[in-house]
């Protein structure tokens, strides 16, 4: 019987330092381009035909608990891949302003109030070429946000289905 409670606490002790707990907050948020010239030229005199699509912004954190640090490797946003810029949170809750100049402004929470650690992960740039790994885990695949990090020199997956939209940012 002591053998039997010896290797339960062996093999509790094991799964609770295997992976920390990450718990990812994604938005999107599309922004409006500022207004065009009446009749746009290059310096030939040729029209100039220039792209209206909004942009996307994607605001993606992750929260941990822990003493050890997390290292974020890579960021899937709907399957493609970017590259990322890290920034440690330093206070909570994380708000974003909305609205603009002369509009009605109103503050959305990305982060409540917590005491774990926040990182803020940026995605960069335009997606690479490069599509899901299989190595990532089947069950994450599908899913909207998907993260890799190291955590105590080995690699992890955390994924997230939705992205929360939040209202557009008017163009300036």
């Not at 640090?69 to 946003?77: F, N, T």
């Not at 109103?106 to 335009?126: M, Q, R």
């Amino acid at each position: 019987m002591k053998k039997l409670w010896f290797l339960f606490w062996v093999s509790f002790t094991c799964v609770a330092e295997a992976q920390p707990s990450i718990k990812l907050y994604a938005y999107s948020r599309e922004t409006t381009q500022g207004t065009l010239r009446r009749n746009p030229n290059n310096e030939n005199g040729n029209p100039v035909i220039s792209s209206r699509e909004p942009l996307q912004n994607y605001y993606v954190f992750a929260v941990y608990k822990g003493s050890s640090p997390v290292r974020i490797a890579s960021l899937w946003i709907k399957g493609k891949r970017y590259q990322v810029q890290v920034e440690k949170t330093d206070s909570t809750p994380v708000i974003l302003s909305t609205g603009g100049p002369g509009i009605n402004t109103s503050k959305e929470i990305l982060v409540p109030a917590t005491k774990s650690n926040v990182i803020s992960i940026v995605p960069l740039g335009k997606p690479m070429d490069e599509h899901i790994l299989n190595s990532i885990p089947a069950s994450r695949r599908h899913s909207a946000i998907i993260v890799s990090y190291y955590y105590r020199g080995k690699l992890y997956y955390a994924g997230l289905k939705k992205i929360k939209s939040l209202l557009p940012a008017p163009g300036v």
